[in-house]
């Protein structure tokens, strides 16, 4: 069993930089592909960035490309999202999830991760 938890959320003004980090204990997540989600309240979860499995590929979807970094660090079982250039409209609560799907690409549908945290609120101020 993998337990992820996500820190590094806060309140930001728009333009600012965030590094949120998702640390996994109960065993090495270090083949498996990590996901950033985030949800707005009364929105449904939408992926924002992912790793596979092998740390080799990276995918962002549309909204943050240029603006969020993706990483892994396995020796410290973690993986950080850098959110630099924040904008008001990435308020939302941030989720890491772990898979075990081995893909070349990691996988974008929140029912292909089987490992959840419990998020971590970003706001971003105007």
């Known amino acids: 069993q993998v337990q992820l938890v996500e820190s590094g959320g806060g309140l930001v003004q728009a333009g600012g930089s965030l590094r949120l980090s998702c640390a996994a204990s109960?065993?090495?997540?270090?083949?498996?592909?990590v996901g950033w989600f985030r949800q707005v309240l009364g929105k449904e979860r939408e992926f924002a960035a992912g790793?596979?499995?092998?740390?080799?590929?990276?995918y962002y979807t549309n909204s943050v490309k240029g603006r969020f970094t993706i990483s892994r660090d396995n020796a410290k079982n973690t993986v950080y999202l850098q959110m630099n250039s924040l904008k008001p409209e990435d308020t939302a609560v941030y989720y890491c999830?772990?898979?075990?799907?081995?893909?070349?690409?990691?996988?974008?549908?929140?029912?292909?991760?089987?490992?959840w945290g419990q998020g971590t609120q970003v706001t971003v101020s105007s």
């Open positions: 109960g065993r090495t997540i270090s083949s498996y592909a």
């Open positions: 790793i596979s499995w092998s740390g080799g590929s990276t």
């Open positions: 999830a772990a898979s075990t799907m081995a893909t070349m690409l990691p996988p974008l549908r929140d029912q292909d991760y089987n490992y």
